[in-house]
DNA sequence: GAGTGGTCTAGACCACCCC
DNA sequence: GGGTGGTCTAGACCACTCG
C-alpha cells in the first residue's frame, strides 16, 4: 500500500537473502528511483528505515552501504519490534497469567505525575505473574487510569490487557518511555518467580501513551535475568 | 544551520518553557509552514523529531498534541543522548580509569563473526574498571581489531578510546546495537566493583560501527546497578 | 463536509567524499 | 571535478478525524 514500506522490505529482504554481502554498496538512490519507479524522497524515506533497523548505514558523497553485520544480528534486528506486552513477546508458547491483586486506589503523588493525573482520581492496582510453558517469566506492578481504560475484569487481566484496549475500547497505543535497571528481587518475587535472594532481575519501568498523548499505564516489570534480553539500536545524528 | 533542527529546537524549548501545557494542541503545520517561512515537509520534518523524542504524538485528521508528561521526564527526553560512552555520560565528575588487561589476541569464533573479521586476525583485549569520583561504576571488556584502530596504548585507554578513535584517528561513529541484561557478578568483579556476590549488575553488550558500516569494537560493560540507568522511548509505527 | 497530517512528485541547490 | 546523499521547495492527492 505505502510505496517506502514496501520498498524498504523489498530492499529488507534483499540483504537478508545475502543478495547483497556486508559491507557492500547498494544501489544509487538514483538507480533506485528508476528500478522501483518512483521519486528520490520516496527511496531515502525507504532506505532510512533500514538504517534506523541498523541494516545499512548511508555516507553522503559515497553511497550507501550494508553494514558488516553477523546473519544473526541481522535476523534480530529484522524482528526488531520495539513495542509488544508480554502476550506478543512469547507467542507460540503456552501462557498462563496468575493475579496476585486486583484493587482500585488513589495513585499516590508520584505516580500521578507520571500518568498526568489527579491524587484523587481512581487508578488500577495490578500485580500479575506471567508463565510461559509453566515457567513463571515475569511479574508486573500495573496501574492504570480507570476513566482512560474502563471496564477491566480479571478475565481480561488472566488474557491481554492490551488486546482488550485496543480490540475492546478500540484505543490505539502510540509509544512508551521506559527506564531499565537491574535489581534484586524482594520477598513476593522469590515466593513467586521461583529465584534465590541473589537471583538478579531486569527492572522495565515503562510509561505508555495512547495516539492521542495521554499517558495510560505506568508499569513496573521485574524479569526474570535468564529469560529476558532487552535490544536496542541507536543511531547517532 | 539545518532548518528543520532549528525549528525543532525552537519548539522544543518551547514545549519544555510550558509554553504549550501537557495535551495541548501545537500550531497547525500550516501554521507553522507560516510562522518560519519554511515548506511544510520542513516542518514535518522538524515535528517528527519532537516525535522520535517523544514529547509529542501526532494524529492524521487532528492534529499535533504534547504529551501527558511529567517536568521530570520531559527533561529526560530533552537530554536524552542514546550515544555516548563512559567518559561523556560522567561528565564533571573526577574520573578514573584502571587497566586490568591489555593484550593483542585472535577472536574466538564468535567474536570474530560478531566483527565480521577472521580468527586469525588480531583484536585488542582489553578490561578496565571506570571510576567516577572515586567509586567503581563499571568493568569493561572490550575487544578491537588492531586493524581498524591502529596504534592504542596505555594512556589512550586510561583516557578515552572513543576520543582517540574520532580525534586523533579521524574516524567518525555511526551507531552501536546493543543487548541487555541482569547478572550476578563474578569474582573479578566482586574485587573490582566492590560489591558482594548477591548485588546484581546491568550487562550491556554492544557492537560499534564505524560510519563506513564496518565494527570496530565488541565489548561487553558490566555496570554497578545502583549506577546505571538505561532509557528508551518506542514509538509505534 | 471541512480540515488534519501522510505520502508522493519533479526539480533544485548544497555539503561532502573520492579520484 | 564528478558524483554521492542531505536538505528544501511548491504543489498535489489521499486517509483520516470530527463536528
Known sequence: MIKYQEIAND????????QYLSGVQLPLEKEMCAQYNVSRITIKKAVDELVKLGLV???RGAGTFVKSIDDEDAKDLSMARQFTGFTETNKGKTLRTE??????VHPDKEIAAKLQIATDDFVYDIIRVRFADGMPIVIEYTKMPINLIPGIKKDVLLKSIYFYIQHQLKLKIQSAHRSIRAISPNALEIEHLKVRDSFPLLEVEQIAFLDDGRAFEYSISHHRSDQIVFKSVSIRQ
Do not use: S, T
Request: charged content about 35%.
Open 57 to 59: 548505514i548511508k555516507r
Open 99 to 104: 493475579i496476585i491483586k486486583f484493587d482500585v
Open 11 to 18: 530492499i529488507r529482504k534483499n540483504i537478508l537473502a545475502g
